[in-house]
């Protein structure tokens, strides 16, 4: 078998449900305590007046933020749960805390699997012909949180103007493109309702425990910002490959934990649909213990995009997500 007919093979074909069986009901306790901390949050954050108040809140909404995420990160694969309609219905619920419509992430990610690490998606790089201020500016939008704040913006203008996913607005930013292009038309009403859902949600939780606007800003962007920062952190600067364009990082063991094994990134992008609970096991298996310290990651990233004429073809550029 081909090395491109190994990588869409490992893509596509569902984990192994005996050896890796969905952690269910574990998973579903995980969400509670999550969404029930949450609300902790927003609780203390309507209470909270002082400086080191909010930065605090905003350090626990960091760590938590992160690990709903990774529980979405889940259900975007299908692992969160082994029905289908609880799986999604989970993401739906927690994505509505990101915020975002989950139907529209889930997308992004699944074509992150796709193009990862090709010209499509490699933000570290750029091409000859390419705006490297534009490339820079896309890569220090990643690391300082900016990112996070589209997404979150992405809710109120798709429940506006849902036909603003079309690549016919985007043609300035070739990664844009090829996620616009990768979107299947079939979600964009889930779209647009999950993205009035989400406004609304907000809404209603900072009127009714009447929270400063500023001071809930403030108590995200301690996740917005964690969590754009690291979403390159795993594949800068690795090997233009698909699966093997990653790398394992590490925090502190609790923290690794709180994320669900998260940051045992390799073994997730070998095999995408084995649950979280078994990524160190799986990790040995494949020989990829390897892991490097997170924050050192995150730092050499402020280097910059750098020039390259080694040129990657997405295989599967122009698939629709299913």
Sequence with gaps: MSDDSQDEQQIKTPGNVQRFPIPATINLCIAAVQVLGAFVIFYFTSLASAWWQILALSSAFGLLGNSIYATIHEAEHGILHPTRWINDTVGVLLALLFPAPFHLIRQGHIGHHRRNRSDDEAFDLYFEGDRPWL??????GILTGCYWILVAISNVVVAIAPSILNRRFFE???PSVAFMDSLNPGYRWMIQLEGMMACALHAIIVWSLEIPLLHYF???FG?????SAMQ???HFGTERHVLKG???VWLFA????LWLNHNWHRAHHEQPTVPWIYLPTLSAELDATDREFLLTQYVRMWRGPRKTHERVENKYAGKIIQ
Excluded: A, E
């Design 135 to 140: 490339k820079c500016l896309i890569l220090y």
């Design 172 to 174: 300035f930013d070739r």
């Design 218 to 220: 403030l108590v995200y």
């Design 223 to 227: 996740f917005g910002f964690s969590w």
């Design 232 to 234: 390159y952190v795993h």
């Design 246 to 248: 990653t790398r394992n």
């Design 254 to 257: 609790p923290i690794d934990f």
